[in-house]
């Protein structure tokens, strides 16, 4: 690790150029070969990255919230350059997941010289004729639309918290539409519901796992549909949230599959396709991306080395 050529893709917006130096030199020392890019608007790390694998960098870092972090990890999918991650966002759903420290530069950046690495899986969606890598997890209806429903300033100065100030409005925004669901190349069913979630992950912040089984290196995606309609079927939705996925598996080691009910439904796929009657708001690693009426979602096994 000490002599390793080392590429860092920093979003300005997110952390002060000084300050990520100064961690730099003060974890990595001044021998280390380091090449630094800059992501923009127009392209929030993908390019970069790619250049920093044309470059010969062995280890490319991504400081910056889950939008750089999924543009970084799209670009060296399939590569032997290993991805960093210095979180600096919102969300960091992936580095929460990975256990990498949060809010502390030099603590996520001795993690990324000191740390094994590790291949885990990638998954890939395809909408509107274009095709995007996900790290943790895509999806409609409330989760989608608490993004859109989140207040940017609360946002900005609480943090995870304004998403539980955007629950109850989402909840009200969410309507049930039909669904024809296509899971590895078998025949499709037709199903009812106004949430789900196909993730590579599965906790979210605030440690709430929505994807209990979710593993993110065992070849699978996890897919979560939620149609509980009414209160009855509301607290028997949270109940297997809290209890039998949340509690109950913690308990006994998470050696149980994930309960489902009949309004809240698990299922690993490798492949699924999906469309949709009613136009619903999508969002990818946290990030909306506008309405959707169709999109098909692939695993990558083994894509992504990190560290």
């Not at 960098?57 to 970084?72: F, K, L, Q, S």
């Not at 608490?146 to 925004?173: F, I």
């Amino acid at each position: 690790m000490t002599h390793a050529r080392i590429g860092i893709v920093w979003n300005p917006s997110k952390v002060e150029q000084d300050v990520l130096q100064e961690a730099v030199t003060r974890v990595f020392g001044d021998e280390p070969d380091i090449r630094w890019w800059e992501t923009s608007q127009e392209d929030p790390g993908r390019g970069m990255a790619r250049e920093a694998i044309e470059d010969g960098r062995e280890i490319v870092i991504a400081v910056g919230g889950d939008g750089t972090v999924r543009a970084v990890a799209e670009s060296l999918a399939g590569s032997e350059t290993a991805l960093g991650i210095v979180p600096q966002g919102t969300g960091n759903l992936l580095a929460r997941n990975l256990e990498v420290p949060l809010n502390n530069i030099p603590a996520a950046l001795e993690r990324v010289r000191d740390a094994e690495p590790r291949r885990i899986d990638l998954g890939w969606v395809a909408y509107d004729g274009t095709e995007h890598a996900f790290a943790v997890m895509v999806g409609f209806g409330i989760d989608a639309q608490m993004l859109v429903e989140t207040d940017d300033d609360l946002k900005s100065k609480a943090g995870w918290l304004a998403y539980v100030e955007a629950m109850g409005r989402a909840l009200a925004g969410t309507e049930m539409t039909d669904i024809t669901l296509t899971v590895d190349g078998q025949e499709p069913v037709a199903v009812r519901g106004h949430t789900m979630l196909v993730g590579n992950c599965g906790m979210v912040q605030g440690g709430i796992r929505l994807l209990p089984d979710a593993v993110l290196d065992d070849g699978k995606l996890d897919v979560l549909m939620v149609s509980a309609d009414g209160a009855l079927q509301w607290l028997d939705t949270f109940r297997s949230f809290v209890w039998d996925n949340g509690i109950r598996r913690f308990f006994t080691g998470g050696k149980d599959e994930a309960v489902s009910t009949d309004s809240a439904r698990h299922l690993p796929v490798e492949t699924i396709g999906v469309e949709l009657e009613t136009p619903l708001m999508f969002e990818i690693d946290g990030e909306e991306m506008g309405e959707v009426t169709s999109f098909d979602v692939r695993v990558q096994a083994g894509a992504l080395l990190v560290r």
